[in-house]
């Protein structure tokens, strides 16, 4: 795992990336990253953006399976938070996924109906979405 993180007087940047590898039964590498940015036009305004995804490679050993290179997610958001006081915190948040890893399962692949017999990777499903929220401290 990697990380990075630099702030400045009016804002900040962060990185993080993290990979895994196994080679038995089957070959596994994971990928995921993350890069977020944000600027702080006022002492109570924070505005961010973020860019995620991961990977996951795959390899069915002896499974007569092919090898799947599957994009896990790629994620796009933007947020806005409002800090009235350092107590509460009010943000705003909109984001675009793209890719196979969700709260539910969707497919990810698409099993063969002729031949050749060989799977193939399924289409993205896709999201949009936006989220509200408040933070409290005591």
């Known amino acids: 795992m990697y990380s ?6 009016l804002g900040f940047v962060r990185a993080e990336y993290s990979t895994f ?3 038995d039964p089957g070959y596994i590498k994971f990928k995921s990253y993350y890069v977020q940015a944000g600027i702080t036009p006022t002492e109570k305004v924070t505005i961010a953006a973020e860019y995620d995804g991961g990977t996951n490679n795959l390899s069915f050993k002896p499974a007569p399976l092919p090898n799947l290179d599957l994009p896990l997610n790629q994620d796009v958001g933007l947020g806005i938070t409002f800090k009235p ?3 509460v915190a009010f943000k705003i948040e909109g984001h675009s996924v793209s890719g196979y890893a969700f709260d539910t399962p969707v497919a990810s692949v698409i099993p063969p109906t002729a031949p050749p017999l060989v799977m193939s990777l399924a289409p993205k499903s896709k999201v949009n979405y936006v989220m509200l929220s408040v933070a409290f401290a005591f």
């Open 4 to 9: 990075a993180d630099a702030t400045f007087d």
């Open 85 to 87: 006081s350092a107590q």
């Open 21 to 23: 590898d196994q080679d």
